[in-house]
């Protein structure tokens, strides 16, 4: 079974930084794509940044320059260094991994972490 587990989220002042962690365990030797997505009150959840197994990015124009994803493939991690963070990065930050690899077999669906609260405030 496939899970994933975001960490780091919290409270921080508006300019400041918070780095997240989400760790994949279930038996799993490799995942193609990793991302961070993030989900505000009232508004559809939305990609702020992906990365392949082999290193390629992509990046919401609202993170472009503050954020910057990287991954751990001996460790099935993804992070997500947040800087400059302002009032409107405020939302629950979910992680997704897709196409999974384990010992038994490949799988195409998608899993999501259960989020994790990042809250900019003064």
């Known amino acids: 079974q496939v899970q994933l587990v975001e960490s780091g989220g919290g409270l921080v002042q508006p300019g400041g930084s918070l780095r997240l962690s989400c760790a994949a365990s279930g038996s799993i030797v490799s995942i193609n794509r990793m991302g961070w997505y993030r989900q505000a009150p009232g508004k559809q959840r939305e990609l702020v940044a992906a990365?392949?197994?082999?290193?390629?990015?992509n990046y919401a124009d609202s993170v472009k320059g503050r954020f910057t994803i990287s991954r751990d493939n001996a460790k099935n991690t993804v992070y997500l260094q947040m800087n400059s963070l302002k009032p409107e990065d405020t939302a629950v930050y979910y992680c997704k991994g897709s196409g999974v690899r384990t010992l038994e077999r490949y799988y195409g669906m998608d899993y999501w972490g259960k989020g994790i609260l990042v809250t900019v405030s003064s």
């Open positions: 990365i392949t197994s082999g290193g390629g990015t």
